[in-house]
């Protein structure tokens, strides 16, 4: 084993794990997540000499699984899918990294653009600063603070009254009427 592929495996033991639920939050789908992390470590080893800095290379992968993600609904066989109203009996995939966030809050986390759903992504599950989530999704700082804000302000009024402790029951019940 040359001394590149040591160093990949162990880059890969060490984060392969966090970049799986990198992957699983930006698609939703367990086996989309493997298949764009999958795809982004390729591409990943195949610029494994060139990723100059070791510190950032998180960064560096992150950006490829966005990329690689986007591409995917760019693609034309991507708009040629046709949904259909029997849904096959499958046993569900549970993420392994829940941290305490109930399956219900992810649910409607979804319901975002994929462009918004990417920016809570990176900074609320990543926790990546307002200037990395910009790096990592090649727009500027200002455009992360206003899709972020947008976004949240989506989340505060999709999320049920029983899922938000800080909402205030009476607002929802005035809508409804």
Not at 49 to 64: H, L, M, N, P, T
Not at 131 to 145: C, H
Request: hydrophobic share 35%.
């Amino acid at each position: 084993m040359t001394d590149r592929d040591a160093d990949f495996t162990a880059y890969l033991q060490a984060r392969q794990p966090r970049l799986l639920r990198t992957a699983y939050l930006l698609t939703g789908d367990q086996h989309q997540a493997e298949d764009l992390l999958q795809t982004s470590l390729a591409k990943l080893y195949l610029a494994w000499e060139r990723v100059q800095e070791r510190d950032s290379v998180d960064a560096y992968v992150r950006r490829i699984m966005v990329n690689e993600n986007n591409s995917v609904w760019r693609r034309p066989w991507r708009r040629r899918e046709v949904t259909t109203e029997a849904v096959p009996d499958r046993t569900p995939v549970h993420d392994a990294y829940d941290e305490g966030r109930s399956a219900a809050v992810w649910q409607v986390v979804q319901t975002l653009p994929r462009r918004a759903r990417a920016v809570v992504v990176l900074r609320y599950y990543e926790q990546l600063t307002e200037a990395e989530t910009a790096e990592v999704l090649g727009i500027s700082v200002g455009t992360v603070k206003s899709q972020c804000s947008r976004a949240l302000v989506a989340l505060r009024e999709r999320t049920p009254v029983d899922l938000n402790p800080h909402a205030d029951p009476g607002s929802h019940r005035e809508e409804e009427r």
